[in-house]
Every structure is written in C-alpha cells, then in structure tokens.
C-alpha cells in the first residue's frame, strides 16, 4: 500500500519541493548537491553561508496533524498508518507523531514536510545583493 501511494504522491513531492533539496529524493545525490555548492560559491556575489541539515529525530517527531492536513492523500489511509505503532518483542508501541520507520512512504513524507524550508531560510537570512536593495 505504501508503494503504491507513493507512486501517486512522489510527482506532487518533486513538484512542491526545494529547488535545492537533495535528501531522499530521486535522482539527486551528494554529488548534486557539491555541485550546486561549486556554482554559488564561485560566483563574485556568493553567498555567506551555506546550510546542511541533519535534522535529529525528524522522522520520528514530524506531527501527524501537519501531515494529515497538508499531505495531499486519503486521510483515512494517512491517519491508520500513522497511529498503527510498532511491534518490538512482541510488545505494541502506539505512535503519537513521526511517520512509519523504515517505510517506503517516509521519506516523501519528511520531504513535504520540510519544503519551504529553504524561502524562509532566504527570507530570514537575505543575500548581501537583497540587502543593498
């Protein structure tokens, strides 16, 4: 069932995303994303900074409301999977946020979450040619 939502789910996910976004997203790799590095900042114009995020415990700590509200998909579905829980010695664990571990669907997931990251990064944090402007 995740395998086949998410072949519905990745293109709206690769629509939405980042332009420059290169975690768990197909067809994009480190090398992309040292690549990109290279062209801002050979530029005379480069930026200051440049992020790279490791976010600790992202996936376990995303909130099922966000992605109930914001995941284009059946809710219905969305919601059982995510509050379904885990096994671990034959003991059940409910899940109250994050999304499925090691499932095929998570990393979209995370993904949605996190687009938009990168305009507010360039809101709170302007280029030394905005702030001349």
Not at 13 to 35: L, M, Q, V
Not at 54 to 72: A, E, N, Q
Not at 89 to 116: V, W
Request: glycine letters at 6%; aromatic letters at 10%; a neutral charge.
């Amino acid at each position: 069932m995740h395998a086949l939502y998410l072949m519905a789910l990745e293109p709206i996910a690769e629509t939405w995303a980042d332009p420059n976004s290169y975690g768990f997203r197909k067809g994009r790799s480190t090398a992309d994303a040292i690549e990109q590095c290279f062209k801002f900042l050979s530029k005379s114009d480069a930026p200051e900074w440049i992020l790279e995020g490791d976010i600790k415990g992202c996936f376990d700590h995303i909130s099922h409301r966000w992605l109930l509200t914001h995941v284009p998909m059946d809710n219905v579905i969305l919601e059982q999977w995510l509050r379904c829980g885990f096994l671990e010695n034959s003991k059940r664990f409910a899940t109250e946020d994050g999304t499925p571990q090691g499932g095929i669907i998570s990393p979209t997931l995370a993904n949605l979450t996190l687009d938009g990251l990168q305009s507010l990064l360039k809101t709170a944090f302007p280029s030394r040619k905005e702030k001349r402007k």
